[in-house]
């Protein structure tokens, strides 16, 4: 799976290099779920525009980390700031900073008693205070973006696994982010729909989108991250670019990790 | 299916050979279910025939005494002429046609309701019509301007105050156990308590004990000279107990919806209410139609319990009726089975319409 994703995503176009802006701050972060500590003194620091790809086992905090960026999971101790917005408990940080930063989740979460317009007009509605008409119009750009634009008045129930996901990806869109976060966005999916997926991930990618992206699809990693970072247990163990992250893993448990999903 | 293949063609395989194939099939396929459906055969014949002998054929609708006298079978005669009486109970006589007008335009606003509800782009106009109907109501039932004489509500009763009770009961006790339910679920602790523990209390006690604490014990903790309403009291009462049963069944639909859906809300910047009633609620209000209504349907036929604090609802106004005259007394069969007949037509009513709308909401979204 990993291997075809690699050959059909290759495209060779050079992504823009990020720039020097800091967009995200993570300084010593700590987290526990009761004992479980379950995030240990992470420091993460991401550039606007770089598109960092977080791989490693699974309970090894990943997607809590990514949780952490938009508040869908706190932390005890450090400190997480988000395009220059401090994340604590302050209620009008956090839906400052939700405005600006989106996910994508594994499982989609799209609304199932609504249209796809409707699914993805909700937030420039509500949030953005955008007429009915101009969210439309809007929705319909980003639809045809992810070439799903025939579907925009079914439901989601009616969609295929690949469809459903690229509506996701519209949805976030529609909201114009800032950083897109992506938790397993292939990992609910069936093999024959994986491509469909990353081709619009890559799309973005090359747009210039700040993307924090938690998956195995090491295609993907190589052709567009700028970083690729290993987590276990709780810690980031490596961070390098992807080159020289797969070419010379320094840590035994990466190499570990990398024999591991790279072997079948 | 293939007895029915197997069968010759023309007039042999005819609808009646069909429908011995069909009873083979389904009445007596075993020799359990022989026996039943005999049994229940035997039951009906043996049910049926009297009921309809007493309700109908020898049954009298002349409203006099004599002419119930003289029938061996249901002396309607006595919801005849007592049917304004349990009607509208202790309304005045000359004014009765003002509970008959305000029943017909709250039946009215309650089937437009829930005809708009289905339909998205209809919806916006219940409460405008709620804020409507309502005062109407109340003018014609109250009186008292327009040149309408004023009537006290310690004269109300009958169908227009059951109707009354439970309709505002509903739509008080809907979104007060909506917000229960939802602070059952809530993350800051004292409000959690509180809902907590205002449902436990309220489901561990009958509702006959609320009403009589509404009615004996609440006056005494207000101050003196402070008298409110007995019938606003039950009302209160009412919509306090209702809210208790309706937040666990909304429980119930909120948790059925997965936490993602929340979390997709979130992460598109929506905030918790707005999440809530654009995301959450449309879905976990889906799901709980059925226990709602039942919750409905046994508030409508628990609204009789007002009887206790003096209150004269359907079921009380026949007592009166009963009452009214010694000789009369003797027919309570016929007047409790058509306050029955009544109750039946609501509640039927609410069950078909809840199986309607469960119907009508499940179009086009397949999941």
């Excluded at chain 2, 042999?12 to 075993?30: D, E, H, P, T, Y």
């Excluded at chain 2, 349990?86 to 509970?99: K, M, S």
Aim: charged share 15%; with cysteine.
């Amino acid at each position: 799976m990993t291997a075809t994703a690699t050959e059909t995503t290759a495209t060779g176009v050079v992504t823009p290099p990020p720039s020097n802006e800091e967009v995200i701050t993570v300084s010593k972060a700590n987290k526990w779920y009761g004992n479980f500590h379950v995030l240990k003194d992470i420091d993460l620091t991401v550039n606007r525009g770089e598109r960092i790809v977080i791989c490693g086992p699974s309970g090894s905090g990943k997607s809590t980390l990514i949780r952490c960026l938009n508040r869908l999971e706190t932390y005890q101790s450090g400190e997480i700031t988000v395009d220059g917005i401090l994340l604590g408990d302050d209620v009008k940080n956090i839906e400052a900073v939700r405005r600006e930063v989106c996910m994508v989740f594994q499982h989609f979460n799209l609304f199932p008693h609504m249209t796809v317009l409707e699914n993805l007009t909700l937030a420039p509605i509500w949030v953005r205070k955008m007429p009915k008409k101009q969210a439309n119009e809007l929705a319909m750009h980003y639809l045809e973006r992810v070439r799903i634009s025939e579907q925009a008045l079914k439901f989601p129930g009616q969609l295929s696994g690949g469809q459903q996901q690229r509506v996701a990806i519209a949805r976030s869109l529609c909201m114009q982010p800032k950083i897109m976060l992506f938790d397993e966005p292939t990992s609910a999916l069936d093999p024959e729909m994986v491509k469909e997926v990353l081709d619009v991930m890559v799309e973005l990618a090359k747009e210039g989108m700040t993307m924090l992206c938690v998956t195995h699809e090491m295609g993907f990693a190589k052709e567009v991250a700028d970083r690729v970072i290993f987590m276990d247990a709780g810690q980031i163990v490596e961070m390098a670019e992807p080159q020289e992250f797969f070419a010379n893993p320094k840590n035994e448990r990466t190499k570990l990790f990398l024999s591991q999903i790279l072997s079948h | 299916m293939t007895d029915i293949a197997k069968l010759p063609p023309g007039p042999l395989g005819s609808s009646s050979q069909r429908a011995v194939i069909w009873a083979r099939k389904n009445l007596f396929n075993s020799w359990f279910n022989s026996i039943l459906t005999l049994g229940s055969i035997a039951a009906l014949f043996w049910i049926i025939p009297p009921m309809i002998e007493w309700g109908i054929t020898n049954a009298t609708l002349t409203p006099s005494i004599e002419a119930c006298r003289e029938v061996t079978g249901a002396c309607w005669g006595f919801v005849n002429a007592n049917l304004r009486l349990i009607l509208f109970g202790t309304y005045p006589y000359d004014e009765q046609w003002r509970p008959l007008l305000a029943m017909v335009v709250l039946v009215g606003i309650i089937i437009g309701s829930l005809g708009a509800v289905p339909y998205a782009g209809m919806r916006k106009w219940i409460i405008p019509m709620w804020l409507v109907g309502i005062p109407v109501i109340a003018i014609l039932m109250w009186g008292g301007v327009l040149g309408l004489t004023y009537v006290q509500n310690s004269y109300w009763g009958g169908l227009p105050l059951t109707l009354i009770l439970s309709s505002i009961g509903i739509i008080f006790a809907f979104p007060l156990g909506l917000l229960l339910a939802l602070g059952r679920q809530s993350s800051m602790p004292a409000i959690k308590t509180l809902s907590v523990v205002y449902i436990e209390i309220i489901r561990g006690v009958p509702l006959i004990t609320v009403l009589f604490m509404a009615s004996v014990m609440f006056p005494l903790f207000l101050p003196e000279g402070v008298t409110i309403d007995k019938l606003l009291r039950a009302q209160i009462g009412i919509i306090l107990f209702t809210a208790a049963y309706l937040a666990e069944v909304f429980r119930g639909g909120l948790q059925a919806v997965p936490n993602g859906q929340f979390e997709a809300g979130n992460s598109l910047g929506l905030s918790y209410w707005q999440s809530m009633r654009l995301i959450i609620l449309p879905q976990a209000m889906r799901l709980v139609i059925p226990p709602t209504v039942g919750s409905f349907i046994s508030m409508f036929k628990d609204t009789t319990l007002v009887v206790i604090i003096g209150l004269f609802d359907l079921l009380n106004t026949v007592k009166l009726a009963l009452r009214s005259d010694p000789a009369w007394t003797r027919y309570y069969v016929e007047g409790y089975a058509f306050a029955a007949a009544i109750f039946f037509l609501f509640c039927y009513s609410m069950a078909r319409y809840a199986a309607y709308l469960e119907k009508e909401l499940r179009k086009g979204e397949q999941r």
